[in-house]
């Protein structure tokens, strides 16, 4: 149906309190790429929620509504709130600039939520939004000690020698991105926690996520980088070929 005739109750307490989980990913030309790891991701966060879903039904409504779009380019946004509401819904893709700049901005993680994608987001948007007022594109959060943590929506990733890449881990309380895992995977890539000092000298960083997929970091606060450096580069390029190698798998295997 149009959004104008999706409607839910204001009584829901996923619109009153930001309770409730989220997913989203981008399809290319009609193929939905990383749809089952976002769908693991979903149930596992419902479960962290203790929030009952249905998630062969979620497919089956992801699937429908992919075939009715057709050959096209956009996201699509998966929303289950505490009311038993479960929305799915086709977005446009945002242009993200070829690079970005961003501020630093202090973050404490909220333990219990560690992990879980949830609609709870008040924190990363108005981390944004401050960064915005400094005259920066997006925030970067950072622990009040200094320790590295991800962009509000996005992992991190930098290099302080040019060399070697490095990204906070899990255990610091940021998200297990489905991109972060793809670049794992193929990257060489020290997973480690890291100092606010280390990425103000790094010679290049960038940041991922499944919707902006590889974007370069041209300054962060005062400290300007070579954007894109030759690790992003080969990250974007790495990150392409998955995109393309898995959608062909899933044609090749419905065929």
Do not use: W
Request: glycine letters at 8%; one cysteine or more.
């Amino acid at each position: 149906m149009p959004v104008e005739q999706a409607t839910i109750p204001v009584t829901d307490d996923g619109f009153v309190r930001g309770d409730g989980i989220f997913e989203a990913f981008r399809v290319y030309g009609g193929k939905q790429y990383g749809l089952s790891r976002h769908l693991d991701r979903l149930v596992l966060s419902a479960a962290g929620m203790r929030l009952p879903i249905d998630v062969d039904s979620i497919r089956r409504d992801v699937e429908t509504l992919i075939e009715a779009r057709g050959e096209a380019d956009y996201a699509i946004r998966i929303v289950c709130t505490r009311g038993g509401h479960t929305v799915v819904k086709s977005e446009p893709l945002h242009e993200f600039p070829d690079s970005i700049s961003l501020c630093v901005v202090d973050y404490r993680t909220t333990i219990v939520l560690d992990g879980l994608k949830t609609l709870s987001y008040g924190g990363n948007v108005l981390a944004n939004r401050i960064a915005v007022e400094r005259g920066f594109d997006e925030a970067l959060l950072v622990t009040p000690a200094g320790l590295l943590l991800e962009g509000p929506t996005a992992s991190l990733f930098f290099s302080p020698d040019g060399k070697k890449l490095i990204t906070p881990p899990l255990d610091d309380g940021i998200l297990d991105s489905i991109t972060r895992m793809a670049l794992l995977k193929g990257l060489d890539v020290e997973v480690r926690s890291a100092a606010l000092e280390e990425v103000l000298g790094a010679e290049e960083a960038f940041l991922c996520s499944s919707i902006r997929e590889i974007q370069a970091i041209n300054r962060i606060d005062d400290h300007v980088m070579a954007a894109p450096g030759p690790l992003t580069t080969a990250a974007k390029k790495l990150y392409a070929e998955a995109v393309q190698a898995r959608i062909a798998d899933a044609a090749a295997n419905i065929s």
